[in-house]
Each structure stands twice: as structure tokens, then as C-alpha cells.
Nanobody, 127 residues
Framework: QVQLVETGGGLVQAGGSLRLSCAAS????????VAWFRQAPGKEREFVAA????????NYANSVKGRFTISRDNAKNTVDLQMNSLKPEDTAVFYC????????????????????WGKGTLVNVSS
């Protein structure tokens, strides 16, 4: 059974940092592109960042470029999201999801390619 679990959310002041982790069981994450998404209260779910199966390619939403970094730790079978310079508008439930097909790059990784989803972790950024 495949399961993705997000951890690392919490309350942080604007300008602070958090590191999220997406841990997988029943699936080798290194073989799949993985993306982070978020959904703020009253808003639609949006793409945040993606990393290709081999960790070479990455893709970021314009709103987080220069502030967020996605990376892999294959020994732990995780994909992490380092979030710096957090803003109140970053407040959302963050989700990770793995690609439908192995061995693909981060390019165009989005909701349409997402197959397995975690339940989310809440990030609250206060002003």
C-alpha cells in the first residue's frame, strides 16, 4: 500500500523558515517526480514546486522562486521543501504528491500527473 505523509508544518512569523518533509512507504520516491502543492483557506489548490525523478530537474511557482527549495533524500525516501522568508500569503495546507509514471522530469509536473497524495500539513505564517 502506498502512503505519503507530510510533516514539518506549524506556526511561524513572517520572515521565518520551515522545512517540510514528504515521506513515502510502499513506493520508491527516487523513481518518480514529486511535487508540493498548497491550498489556502477559501482558495484553490495551487502548484508550489516539483522535482524530477533523478533530482536533476526542478520547477517552482513564480510566487516562491528564490524563497523555497525542493530536494531529495533518497536514503530516507523523502522529498523535502525548505521554505525561507515566509509571508502571510504562504499560509496554507501543503500537500505532496508523486507522479503517475516513473522516470520523468519536473517539467509540467502538476495536478494532472499527481497520483498518490499525502493528507497535508498546515503552515501558518503570522504577520
Amino acid at each position: 500500500q502506498v502512503q505519503l505523509v507530510e510533516t514539518g508544518g506549524g506556526l511561524v512569523q513572517a520572515g521565518g523558515s520551515l522545512r517540510l518533509s514528504c515521506a513515502a512507504s510502499g513506493l520508491t520516491l527516487s523513481a518518480y517526480a514529486v511535487a508540493w502543492f498548497r491550498q489556502a483557506p477559501g482558495k484553490e489548490r495551487e502548484f508550489v514546486a516539483a522535482i524530477g525523478w533523478n533530482g536533476v530537474t526542478t520547477n517552482y511557482a513564480n510566487s516562491v522562486k528564490g524563497r523555497f527549495t525542493i530536494s531529495r533524500d533518497n536514503a530516507k525516501n523523502t522529498v523535502d521543501l525548505q521554505m525561507n522568508s515566509l509571508k502571510p500569503e504562504d499560509t496554507a495546507v501543503f500537500y505532496c504528491a508523486s507522479d503517475s509514471t516513473p522516470l520523468r522530469h519536473a517539467q509540467t509536473m502538476g495536478v494532472s500527473r499527481a497520483t498518490y497524495w499525502g493528507k497535508g500539513t498546515l503552515v501558518n505564517v503570522s504577520s
